[in-house]
């Protein structure tokens, strides 16, 4: 499967949510640049096994993941090369070092972190392109070893956003409310902010009251809420204004009139009922006139 697209139409964390549910497996390449006519295009390469993310770098050679470890003064190109030959091509580069004691589980944490890095940071771009191949062969030399499911990936990178203009038209409006869809407990990792929100999840008070109970800026109630709705949690509703709440046609006209009482104001309209069948016809003869004289 292929799937060339314009992130105005998918968002990155669109896509990642129909990676993650779907459980593709493949390469995600996505090329993006500032708004600026001197901007260069960035690029970023993304592989998936199963919806799971496995590995990320900017770099089309395969040598992002050596490249870092070289940085780090943990080994040289040379080292790697050779103990990488050591091992099955098949086996992932970080866990080949690490059988063999050259990496420790904590390196490899960072190397991977690092990868998600360069995720988190395409978030903030609202334009640019994609190309999402599902034959795309998965890189050895570019895996830790380590995976993590692609919504796993993108709420983590939301949370971090301070930058949510590419994502400001999908918020849930302040003035609507969310309503939980999946029974029970929520099975994905939520932070304390999101589980807050989601104890308001009835459809019964809007997030812009949520925020003012919570004592928090709307926007930010407005992001956790979408943070939800991405992994399939909850949904927006609007707000249903309760019937009682609404004036009565008594309520009404005493609104226009508060000093009539309503008899008289019945009589009124009544008189005023009989006034217009009075001039009705009048009106109806000189339309029938006027039309006439056009013939």
Not at 73 to 97: C, D, F, M, T, Y
Not at 247 to 272: G, H, I
């Amino acid at each position: 499967m292929t799937l060339a697209s314009s992130l105005e139409d998918f968002s990155l964390a669109e896509l990642f949510r129909m990676i993650d549910q779907g459980h593709k497996s493949g390469r995600l390449t996505i090329w993006v640049s500032a708004n600026s006519p001197t901007s260069e295009t960035q690029t970023c390469y993304i592989w998936f096994r199963q919806g799971r993310v496995v590995a990320a770098s900017d770099r089309p050679d395969g040598q992002g993941l050596t490249s870092k470890i070289v940085e780090k003064n943990w080994l040289s190109q040379r080292v790697i090369e050779r103990l990488h030959g050591l091992s099955s091509s098949e086996i992932p580069l970080g866990l080949a070092l690490k059988m063999q004691g050259a990496l420790q589980a904590e390196q490899l944490n960072w190397l991977f972190m690092s990868q998600m890095q360069h995720i988190w940071k395409l978030l903030e771009f609202r334009t640019g392109r994609f190309d999402l191949d599902g034959k795309a062969s998965l890189p050895s030399t570019e895996m830790t070893g380590l995976s993590t499911p692609a919504m796993e990936v993108v709420l983590s990178g939301l949370r971090t956003l301070k930058n949510w203009h590419a994502l400001a038209d999908a918020l849930p409006t302040p003035d609507s409310a969310i309503q939980n869809i999946t029974p029970g407990q929520p099975q994905i990792r939520l932070n304390a902010r999101e589980w807050q929100v989601w104890e308001f999840a009835k459809g019964t008070v809007s997030l812009q009251d949520i925020a003012i109970q919570l004592n928090q800026p709307t926007t930010t109630i407005q992001q956790a809420a979408f943070r939800l709705m991405l992994a399939g949690l909850v949904e927006e509703i609007p707000l249903v204004v309760c019937k009682s709440s609404l004036p009565s046609p008594v309520d009404e006209l005493d609104m226009l009139a508060p000093a009539t009482s309503l008899s008289d104001l019945l009589d009124k309209r009544k008189s005023e009922t009989a006034e217009k069948s009075r001039v009705s016809p009048s009106l109806l003869q000189n339309l029938v006139g006027f039309l006439r004289s056009k013939s």
